[in-house]
């Protein structure tokens, strides 16, 4: 359903997400809605239905490129190192069925018996992890569901070590003349219909293109992330502002 949505784009989004956060060996790292595809906002059911495919892709990705990082290192790898010093990505969504979705997808790529790979059930705006224990933090399509995202933003911070990274990739706004209007028109006539057809669901389509509207714009999101003691942070358009990248350092 993403494939349909995004015409595949969303792939390319997560790459450069990940390319971004340049992940390392004996990283600890923090993906929150993880579990869940957030881009398409489905109730839980919903979500389960249409969206179980894309389960763990930013973590899988985190752990593959973790794992070419070892591969270009000779002789190290990453249970060579003590057991408090390894690799862990550790996959946090508030939905349970979700997180076992996503072990499943896991095992169908080989990393089912990863011991880097943690799954968690957990509360963006409540995380039940040390402070200043990770390495770095992305939320991809989710942070737009938060409740507070004030909240989740000091979360995210409180958890990052000093030097971390804070990353997020949001459906966001274009404010490009005339490829907003086309946009627009795309938006809340063609995706709440394409729900409709596929799904028999137009209403949860429809939620997402309102709630994409009410979410905050990329410089007032950008704000917010500062707010939460974040530095050097930027944002980066893909697509005209169709989505966003936003970063941020604990410096």
């Known amino acids: ?39 398409l906002d489905m109730k839980a059911v919903m979500t389960i239905k249409l969206g179980s495919w894309c389960v763990g892709d930013v973590a899988f990705r985190v752990v593959n490129a973790i794992q070419k990082a070892e591969q270009r290192v000779p002789g190290n790898t990453l249970g060579s190192v003590d057991e408090e010093d390894r690799t862990k990505v550790y996959v946090c969504d508030i939905n349970p069925n979700m997180l076992e979705v996503g072990k499943k997808r896991a095992k169908e790529r080989g990393l089912g018996n ?4 943690v799954w968690m059930q957990g509360d963006a705006e409540a995380l039940t992890l040390n402070d200043e224990s990770m390495d770095g933090y992305t939320i991809a399509f989710g942070i737009r569901n938060v ?7 000091k979360e995210a911070y409180r958890v990052l070590r000093r030097g971390g990274r804070f990353l997020c990739l949001e459906l966001s706004h ?28 137009r209403a949860s389509y429809q939620y997402l ?15 917010m992330i500062a707010d939460a003691g974040f530095k050097d942070v930027q944002y980066e358009n893909l697509v005209g502002g169709v989505v966003a990248i936003h970063s941020g350092f604990k410096l």
Not at 3 to 24: C, E, I, N, T, Y
Not at 209 to 223: G, H, L, T
């Open 209 to 223: 293109v309102e709630s994409v509207r009410k979410f905050p714009n990329q410089e007032k999101f950008a704000s």
């Open 174 to 201: 274009v404010s490009t003349p005339g490829f907003r209007e086309v946009y627009d028109a795309y938006s809340f006539n063609v995706i709440p219909r394409i729900g409709e057809v596929v799904s028999g669901d």
């Open 147 to 153: 409740t507070h995202i004030d909240r989740a933003l």
């Open 114 to 117: 990863a011991a880097c790979l």
């Open 1 to 39: 359903m993403n494939d349909l949505m995004s015409g595949g784009l969303h792939r390319l989004w997560k790459d450069r997400l990940v390319s971004q956060l340049a992940p390392f060996p004996g990283m600890q790292h923090l993906d929150v809605a993880g579990g869940t595809v957030r881009m």
